[in-house]
């Protein structure tokens, strides 16, 4: 998600357009020599259990292991409708050559950024938010979400974000 706000705010300022702010979701650039392995279904699936489960301080990878897993039959598919989930599948899938091929332009402001605070047990290097700022000609101002990457969009996460959201607007 953060590749594609930042490729859709840098080619809006490209065409002369106001991009009054970036925000990001935990996203890092891909460094040019990294490689990204194509996940696997199972892979996949488990990145959309951790999506939909409570992925809080407390959850261990124990416990994403006894959860079951949604399958192309599962309660997840059956919610999104098998066409929808199996063009989730392929897209995420598909997402890491994408990723691996993007080149960055630069972004002409400011970018808030939000970190999952929640890392995976097998992340060996914590990423940071500096790692964009190559392409960002203004400030990166960071906030830590509690939770893993996957759980940002739960409702008790999100509304953290909009609160942040919410003070910087006044609301």
């Known amino acids: 998600g953060c590749h594609i706000a930042h490729a859709m705010a840098t080619q809006l300022q490209g065409l002369g357009e106001d991009v009054a ?14 490689h990204l392995p194509t996940p696997s279904d199972e892979q996949v699936i488990e990145v ?21 897993l949604p399958t192309q039959s599962g309660p997840l598919a059956t919610m999104l409708g098998e066409r929808t989930f199996g063009a989730i599948l392929r897209q995420f ?8 091929a993007y080149r960055p332009q630069v972004y002409r402001g400011d970018v808030l950024f939000f970190r999952a605070a929640v890392r995976p047990p097998e992340e060996r290097v914590r990423r940071s938010p500096a790692a964009w700022q190559p392409y960002v000609r203004g400030s990166i101002v960071e906030h830590e979400v509690a939770c893993r990457h996957e759980a940002m969009m739960q409702k008790n996460f999100a509304d953290v974000i909009g609160h942040v959201l919410a003070g910087l607007r006044g609301c």
């Open 48 to 68: 959309l259990n951790h999506a939909i489960a409570d992925s809080t301080l407390t959850t261990s990878k124990a416990d994403v292991a006894l959860a079951p």
């Open 93 to 100: 899938k598909r997402a890491p050559a994408l990723a691996a």
């Open 21 to 34: 702010q970036l925000i990001m979701l935990d996203g890092y650039p891909i460094a040019h020599d990294e």
